[in-house]
Each structure stands twice: as C-alpha cells, then as structure tokens.
C-alpha cells in the first residue's frame, strides 16, 4: 500500500513563496507520475501540475503557469512544487496523488493514491 503524505502548506502574503512536499514513504512512486491538485472551499478539484516518472515531462495548470514549477528526487521518493508569486486565488488545499501510468497526466482519474492534503493561505 502506497503512503502519501504532503508537507509545506502554511500562510503567507501575496507575491511571496512556498514550497510542498509530498513524500511516499513506500518509496513505490518511482515508475510513476505524480500530480498536484488543489481544491478550495465549493469548487471542484482542479489540476495543477504534474511530472512523469523520471521528471522528463511536466504540465501544469495555465493560471500557474511560469510561477510554480514542479519537480522530482526519486531517490528520497519526493516530489516537489515550488509556488512563487503567490495570488489570493491560489487559497485551496492542495492533494499530491500519484497517478497509475508513468506519465504526466491531467486526468484526475489516472490517479490512484492521495494524500490528506496540506492547506495553503494566501493573504492580500
């Protein structure tokens, strides 16, 4: 069984920077891609970015596009997503989920481990 667990979230102001974490502590995410989503109070979850198995490809959600910027180390089994430039509408909580295929899919359904998700506040 795949443990997935995010890290990093907090408060911050506008235009600073945060940086998550999500850690399997299986280590099993290797030949896997993983993604970031997010999801704010009312809204439906929404894909934010992802990377394939070996980091050779990423995507990323158009509206955090050029601000955050994903990234893996497959041997601590961590996927990173470093968020710059922070607006008020990037409050949610965010989900790090590791997807069936090796590759850096959208597709929410290609997803098959969560974690709990770590809350991001971001202040005017």
């Known amino acids: 069984q795949v443990q997935v667990r995010e890290s990093g979230g907090g408060l911050v102001q506008a235009g600073n920077s945060l940086r998550l974490s999500c850690v399997d502590s299986r280590r099993t995410f290797t030949n896997n891609g993983v993604g970031w989503f997010r999801q704010a109070p009312g809204k439906e979850r929404e894909f934010v970015a992802s990377i394939s198995w070996n980091g050779g490809t990423t995507d990323y959600l158009d509206s955090v596009r050029g601000r955050f910027a994903i990234s893996r180390d497959n041997g601590k089994s961590t996927v990173y997503l470093q968020m710059n430039s922070l607006k008020e509408e990037d409050t949610a909580i965010y989900y790090c989920?590791?997807?069936?295929?090796?590759?850096?899919?959208?597709?929410?359904?290609?997803?098959?481990?969560w974690g709990q998700g770590t809350q991001v506040t971001v202040s005017s």
């Open positions: 989920a590791v997807s069936r295929s090796a590759a850096a899919t959208k597709s929410m359904s290609m997803y098959r481990y």
